[in-house]
């Protein structure tokens, strides 16, 4: 068992396009204020023209009128807009997710899949003496270490082996990790899973990957990576 400090290579990824059409209920109801201000339009058009010239109509009051009715359809007209804007972003993030299936990545999270072999990343903010536990899903634990971790980023591949050298089953792991600097001082340890993204929900509004049995959103995304890790018995 053994600590590899050395970040898989990163592999860029880039964002996809999408595109997707308003709401119709939306642009129904759009329609049909515009309807009703042809309409409106037109009755003060027909009024201006037989009102009585002694008795003119106030100037002041249909000019307001006819301002707010604009405002109201420019209003409406916006919303409409902005969710077809809505719906563009929807369908540009599942485009994206998309393209992040069969691709090995670095999620944040503890709880990884383990079936031959399982990955964990680190982050130190300084040199730390760190204890790494894993535990199964009922919470036995299934292997624990004291390891040297460097200042930045390093990665822990776990080959199934407990420390009595009993292989353990596939299944999900959680891997937890204290850190103690040269003073004795806590030292903060973040840690990241890295694995295969199985598939994507599309159903779910943001899209969730599946990595190892666990749901991310895209979000949750730090890195996609070549596999490069390093196994000992």
Not at 95 to 109: E, F, H, M
Not at 201 to 222: E, M, N
């Amino acid at each position: 068992m053994a600590a590899d400090v050395n970040m898989p290579t990163p592999v860029v990824s880039a964002p996809g396009n999408g595109s997707a059409t308003g709401n119709k209920t939306a642009s129904d109801k759009t329609a049909g204020i515009a309807d009703n201000f042809q309409t409106f339009l037109t009755l003060l058009t027909t009024q201006l023209q037989h009102q009585n010239p002694l008795d003119p109509l106030d100037t002041n009051q249909f000019t307001q009128q006819l301002v707010q009715f604009a405002g109201i359809e420019q209003q409406l007209k916006s919303n409409d807009q902005l969710k077809s804007l809505v719906e563009i972003e929807k369908s540009a993030q599942a485009t994206q997710a998309l393209v992040y299936v069969g691709s090995n990545v670095a999620v944040d999270g503890s709880k990884a899949q383990f079936d031959k072999s399982a990955t964990w990343n680190f982050h130190s903010d300084k040199d730390t003496s760190a204890t790494i536990t894993i535990t199964n899903s009922a919470g036995q634990t299934a292997y624990t270490g004291n390891f040297s971790l460097k200042q930045g980023d390093s990665s822990f591949v776990w080959d199934g082996k407990g420390n009595d050298g009993v292989q353990w089953p596939a299944g999900t792991y959680t891997l937890t990790a204290t850190g103690k600097d040269s003073s004795g001082n806590n030292v903060a340890i973040s840690t990241e899973v890295q694995g295969i993204v199985d598939s994507v929900d599309l159903t779910s509004s943001p899209p969730l990957l599946s990595i190892g049995g666990q749901s991310y959103t895209t979000d949750k995304i730090k890195r996609v990576v070549r596999q490069k890790t390093t196994t000992s018995t």
